[in-house]
């Protein structure tokens, strides 16, 4: 590699933790969709940095478990209503976060209190099993190296560790590199979608919707202005700052909140007499769902992401989730009158394939009536429209 920005711009890096000097990267070939591109061993050159990258993946993982621990303790004592528990008993919670009664009674078995206040406290345990019994996930975590993004994944392999760095490229992101149809993209930066409503973009992993969705946003605001606030888990695309005369706040997700807790709080910090977007990172459950129909008949401009193979599936899978929290009829009633955009985006040897679909009075009476099957047919009438240039009416 001739200089540094060369030597670090692989897409993906493979770092063996017991092994490091066998660790291996993937480089992007200039100007080939090659989807087989060959794995790269890390040189004497790159060493340093791999290094440097596992330290400060490690860094970011202890804050996270420090935050954690911390926010594990807060919770416990209140579930205790602070009463002392011996070091002995709070390693034992805190090292193990899936609490049932048994582990509860044995535990409180240790202590000096009066039955009345076990029993209190063994319901207040209950009543907060949810809680207690959340997993936190340290196999998914964002952090920086050198001005670089990454977001990394633990493989455990049989022959130790593989911390798998997935690298978020910093650049300027334009809807015109992303692949997508101009007419798409027109669609995407019209001025009628300023009112509000819900774009949704599917498919699967590493199909380009983050990349999508932040280009997307940059580009709107820049556009028209506006305020948009962005709830994650992990951020993967720093966007947040002044674009044009829109301003973005970008929100991680903390181990204690859940995607639905944090839109409810953010919706209460909007300012007036703005265009306002709200990106939630991904749809992945009923709560969520819900709160992004909510959000998007309010008058913001919602955008999110979900996993499926394609446009139906992916509306039927938003108003099955959101159902739990809003009744089917509820469901569909919201998203047929919120809906305006669905893409469906997938990689095939490196090159964008999409299918869309735009909102119109047949559309909407197909998701009101529950009729999603229907859509097909207008999906592909669109796609004709679209590769024909014709504006969908």
């Known amino acids: 590699m001739n200089n540094k920005n060369d030597l670090l711009s692989f897409t993906d890096i493979y770092i063996l933790e017991d092994d490091i000097e066998n660790s291996y990267c993937y480089y992007k070939k200039k100007n080939s969709i090659q989807k087989n591109n060959p794995s790269v061993k890390v040189d004497k050159e790159l060493l340093p940095h791999v290094i440097g990258i596992l330290k400060e993946y490690k860094l970011k993982r202890a804050e996270l478990v420090h935050k954690d621990k911390l926010n594990i303790e807060k919770i416990y004592s209140e579930l205790f209503y602070n009463i002392n528990i011996s070091d002995l008993i709070k390693k034992e919670l805190l090292e193990n976060t899936t609490i049932d009664i048994e582990k509860i009674k044995y535990i409180l078995s240790k202590i000096e209190i009066s039955n009345q206040l076990k029993n209190l406290i063994i319901q207040n345990i209950k009543n907060n099993e949810i809680i207690l019994n959340k997993k936190n ?21 049989q022959k130790g560790n593989q911390i798998v760095c997935r690298q978020t490229f910093n650049k300027e992101i334009k809807l015109n590199k992303t692949g997508l149809n101009k007419s798409i993209q027109e669609i995407l930066l019209s001025e009628e979608l300023n009112s509000g409503g819900l774009i949704l973009l599917c498919g699967t992993n590493g199909s380009g919707k983050s990349t999508t969705s932040a280009a997307l946003i940059k580009e709107r605001l820049e556009l028209h202005g506006g305020f948009c606030m962005t709830v994650e888990d992990p951020v993967e695309i720093p966007i947040e700052g002044n674009h044009g005369a829109g301003i ?21 910090a909007y300012p007036t007499g703005q265009n306002l977007l709200l990106l939630i990172g991904e749809i992945r459950d009923g709560d969520t769902a819900a709160q992004a129909l909510k959000s998007a008949i309010d008058g913001r401009l919602v955008i999110t992401t979900i996993h499926s ?22 469901a569909q009633d919201i998203l ?27 559309v909407s009476n197909a998701i009101k009536n529950g009729d999603i099957y229907k859509l097909n047919s207008e999906i592909e009438r669109q796609e004709i429209a679209i590769n024909k240039n014709i504006k969908i009416e």
């Open 137 to 157: 996930n340290y196999k998914d975590i964002s952090f920086s190296y050198l001005n670089r993004h990454f977001r990394a994944y633990i493989i455990e392999g």
């Open 248 to 268: 973005c706040i970008q929100v991680q997700i903390k181990n204690e909140d859940s995607f639905a807790s944090k839109i409810r709080e953010l919706t209460r």
């Open 309 to 330: 193979d394609n446009v139906e599936s992916a509306l039927k899978r938003l108003i099955i989730m959101a159902s739990e929290y809003l009744t089917l009829e509820g």
């Open 336 to 362: 047929a009158n919120s809906f305006r955009v669905c893409i469906h985006q997938s990689l095939v040897s490196g090159e964008l394939k999409t299918k869309f679909l735009k909102n119109n009075q047949a």
